[in-house]
DNA sequence: GCATTCCAGTTGTAGGATGATATGTATAAC
DNA sequence: GTTATACATATCATCCTACAACTGGAATGC
């Protein structure tokens, strides 16, 4: 039995698609932890690629830690409790509405970020988002550089809230999001809305001033609506309307 | 000229032996990002082995984020800080305080979570989710069935916000923090408060049926702090008491 | 009964062939 | 001279076959 393996009109490698299938039966369960999983020869006919196409899927599955091979015996399905690492790879991000799950939760780690920082911060901490801000207004057009300080306006507030792993992931997911915009080459007139992106950051940076959580909740959860706006994701509005609906 | 790789004592397999050194090469600045890989055949010959090798080798730097493939030209070196992997290490997880920092990220993860799924979830979702929950109940003790069980109802709601991502953090964050606990072996006698940590996932489930985002994004949030708390770990209140302050 | 040998199955590696895609170049048309 | 088209080249992507290395168990010999 030939497998179809999904994405009709979409642009991914064989490997990732073989990845992602096997990947998704070990997460459902189907595929328990312990158990080999079928022998190359058999995948290979299975999904109907070639037998090195099997073998880079199986070693990005290794990478994540979610299989174990052996020579002479096969791939063993390793329990979840091995698994260090969190993935989102390309192929998957260009997916179109893909974009748009992502901004929301980065609406939701960044509007928390904002309100905790709002708390936390210390004066350092507010001199760093204040150097990145004047960066960005520094800029006429929006280019490379203003992009650079953006993101680091934001890591500098997630920095604020003292907790590293906050940090950490959304450092990750800004990255994934400038990468995507930088690969979809969007060829709107970005440039003409510098200063209502600046705007933006103004008010959350003057409500961490004042240390005022709530405020920089919303102006956080304004902005990233906002942004997603100039690149042409449109957020689910439940959330924001119950945002407001709070503040 | 024919690159010795390393390997004096290792069993390791030759493509990671490769990704490794071409990693270090990147890591090092041997290889500014931006700039090209040699091509497949070039290292294929100059580390002696078949492009095959060096093909897979190349897939795991890929994975990891610190190359990118593009047919027709090459492959090119990205820049340290784009990487398209988080990867948390257990040593990490047993500095004490970290712990508190894991909670607090699940909590604002997982409350976003159960309010959005009390808007979309549909009645699939609410079916797994109660699935998971009969098993939880099931348990006498708090073995590992019953903390299977746990785990699934929470990806189950994350499911139901239709959002993939959040679904993936919150399994990875929730994954890490099992983890601690389990090698943590905290000796608590946990079996006594099975009847708390049911009746408070009861409590989200009713919020989630009732489809009222504030009472299950109120619910979860006492689950969060009750669970972290039964294992010895006291979060911050500040986010809490704003949380209350709302509903 | 026990050790040894052999064999089938599986992963690991090699190397070539072909298809798909990007880039540069030369040729032709205007 | 400029533009446009076609071609050649370089590279990754995939497929294919073959063989080496390793494992587990079955057959064999004692």
């Known amino acids: 039995m030939k497998q179809r393996l999904a994405a009709i009109g979409t642009v991914e490698a064989l490997p990732h698609r073989v990845a992602a299938f096997l990947s998704r039966e070990i997460e459902s369960g189907d595929l328990n932890p312990g158990s080999l999983l079928p022998t190359e020869q058999q995948l290979s006919e299975k999904f109907g690629v070639s037998r090195n196409v099997v073998r880079e899927a ?31 790879d390309r192929e998957t991000l260009k997916e179109g509405q893909n974009m748009e799950r992502l901004f929301e939760l980065r609406c939701i780690l960044e509007a ?57 992931f959304i450092s990750f997911v800004c990255e994934q999001i400038r990468r995507s915009i930088y690969y979809a080459r969007l060829t709107n007139p970005l440039h ?56």
Chains 1, 2 share one sequence.
């Open 192 to 247: 003409d809305l510098v200063e209502v992106n600046v705007g933006e950051h103004v008010r959350i940076y003057e409500a961490l001033v004042a240390g005022d959580p709530a405020a920089a909740e919303a102006a956080m959860r304004a902005h990233i609506i906002g942004a997603a706006d100039r690149v042409g994701v449109k957020l689910p509005t439940s959330r924001a309307q119950r945002a407001d609906g709070r503040k």
């Open 58 to 88: 199986i070693a990005q599955l290794r990478a994540d830690g979610m299989v174990e091979a052996r020579q002479g015996i096969g791939s063993f399905v390793l329990a979840p409790e091995q698994r260090a690492a969190i993935r989102i």
């Open 112 to 168: 928390e970020s904002a309100a905790l920082a709002a708390e936390r911060r210390g004066q350092e901490h507010l001199d760093a988002i204040k150097a990145a801000l004047d960066r960005m207004s520094g800029e006429e057009r929006w280019e490379d550089g203003s992009i650079d300080a953006d993101l680091l306006f934001h890591r500098e507030i997630a920095r604020a809230t003292g907790n590293s792993y906050i940090h950490t």
